[in-house]
């Protein structure tokens, strides 16, 4: 492995020469670093080129590297999201078939005929007591589908400030959506 240089960083890479390439090109991706170039470019030459372009590759090894960590944090959240359906469904005593959690247009969550939740990913910016606040109104669907007095009665019973954590989506949830 061949190594150039960017401040305190160190971008480690790989030369892949071939006989029918004309011209250098620098490859970055999540596995590392490589150039490919013809057998007949020194591998000085190679390295000009790597120290002139080292800025740009340490850019794009960032952008990898934050990408990954998003994608962590967003399967450590539909994972918390999942065990907040399950904790509350477990009180209510109420399964899901499914819990999907997707871009929705205009709703923080839904509960279908055939009992698939669904929830909004933007759910996720909000705060912890928000959140539970929409879980378990789409858990409480499960068992009435509509909002009629018995659906917020049983809603209440298990979140008796419901109406506080309501308020924040109603004032606050633009913010996020």
Request: aromatic share 10%.
């Given at each position: 492995?061949?190594k150039v240089?960017?401040?305190?960083?160190?971008?480690?890479?790989?030369?892949?020469?071939?006989?029918?390439?004309?011209?250098?090109?620098?490859?970055?991706?999540?596995?590392?670093?490589?150039?490919r170039?013809?057998?007949?470019?020194?591998?000085?030459?190679?390295?000009k080129?790597?120290?002139?372009?080292?800025?740009?590759?340490?850019?794009?090894?960032?952008?990898?590297?934050?990408?990954a960590?998003?994608?962590?944090?967003?399967?450590?959240?539909e994972?918390?999201?999942?065990?907040?359906?399950?904790?509350?469904?477990n009180?209510?005593?109420l399964?899901?078939?499914?819990?999907?959690?997707?871009?929705?247009?205009?709703?923080?969550g839904?509960?279908?005929?055939?009992?698939?939740?669904?929830?909004?990913?933007?759910?996720?910016?909000?705060?912890q007591?928000?959140?539970?606040?929409?879980?378990?109104h789409?858990v409480?669907?499960?068992k009435?589908?509509?909002?009629?007095?018995?659906?917020?009665?049983?809603?209440?019973?298990?979140?008796?400030?419901?109406?506080?954590?309501?308020?924040?989506?109603?004032?606050?949830?633009?913010?996020?959506?």
């Amino acid at each position: 492995m061949n190594k150039v240089r960017f401040g305190n960083s160190v971008i480690e890479y790989s030369v892949v020469k071939s006989k029918r390439r004309k011209t250098s090109e620098i490859i970055v991706d999540k596995s590392g670093v490589m150039i490919r170039a013809p057998s007949s470019k020194p591998i000085s030459e190679i390295k000009k080129i790597l120290e002139a372009k080292r800025r740009w590759i340490f850019k794009k090894q960032l952008q990898f590297k934050d990408h990954a960590t998003m994608q962590k944090s967003k399967t450590y959240s539909e994972s918390f999201l999942k065990k907040r359906v399950r904790f509350f469904s477990n009180k209510i005593g109420l399964v899901p078939k499914k819990i999907n959690i997707k871009k929705l247009k205009s709703r923080w969550g839904s509960a279908t005929q055939n009992s698939i939740l669904n929830f909004n990913v933007n759910l996720l910016k909000s705060p912890q007591n928000v959140i539970d606040y929409v879980v378990l109104h789409e858990v409480c669907h499960l068992k009435i589908h509509s909002h009629n007095h018995h659906f917020w009665r049983l809603l209440e019973h298990y979140m008796p400030d419901y109406r506080d954590r309501k308020k924040w989506l109603e004032v606050r949830g633009h913010t996020i959506f």
